[in-house]
């Protein structure tokens, strides 16, 4: 015959999306009659990102995730039954917890404005400036493209949109 708790409750999670902002990841074992005091202690939880209700199981995420400061959480719960008491029973559970990136961060050039000079000799096709703007998201969301807004003379220049690379288009009068 199996005997509760013979080898320690058996940590289960489940977990649940309520809104935007409120994620939700409920830590129960897997018996039901089982004694209903028991503490969660959780380890990995860096800058604090996530509470836990000791005596419900519910583990929360409260503030904000960003994936550039931190893109993966490694929490590890221990499940105790009786509270600490002699003979108590205890299961930990690893959850990894893993930040997918959002498009949150704009591309930042290293200065506002840049000032060329440029001999009259320059020759038509010559790169004269590469622009470099970073941005710190990752895959898609951190691939930068250039455009030229404005300029005196729109057919004078050609702006790479991928490199960043300027070309001279036409000659100097």
Known sequence: MYAPYEYGPRAHFS?????????????HDDYPLSR?????????NTGSKFTMNSTTG???WTSALDYETTPV?????????????????FSVVTVV?????QND??????????SLDLPETTAIGSTVFTFFANDSDTGDNGRVTYALLYTDDNEMWILNATSGALLLNGMFN
């Open 105 to 114: 961060n704009a591309p930042t050039f290293s200065n506002a404005q840049y």
């Open 58 to 60: 519910v583990l929360v």
């Open 73 to 89: 959480f490694t929490l590890v719960i221990r499940a105790e039954d009786s509270q600490g008491a002699l003979g108590a029973k």
């Open 15 to 27: 977990c649940f999306k309520l809104a935007t902002s409120t994620h939700v990841l409920f830590i």
């Open 97 to 101: 917890v893993t930040v997918i990136d």
């Open 36 to 44: 209903k005091h028991y503490g969660f202690f959780v380890t990995g």
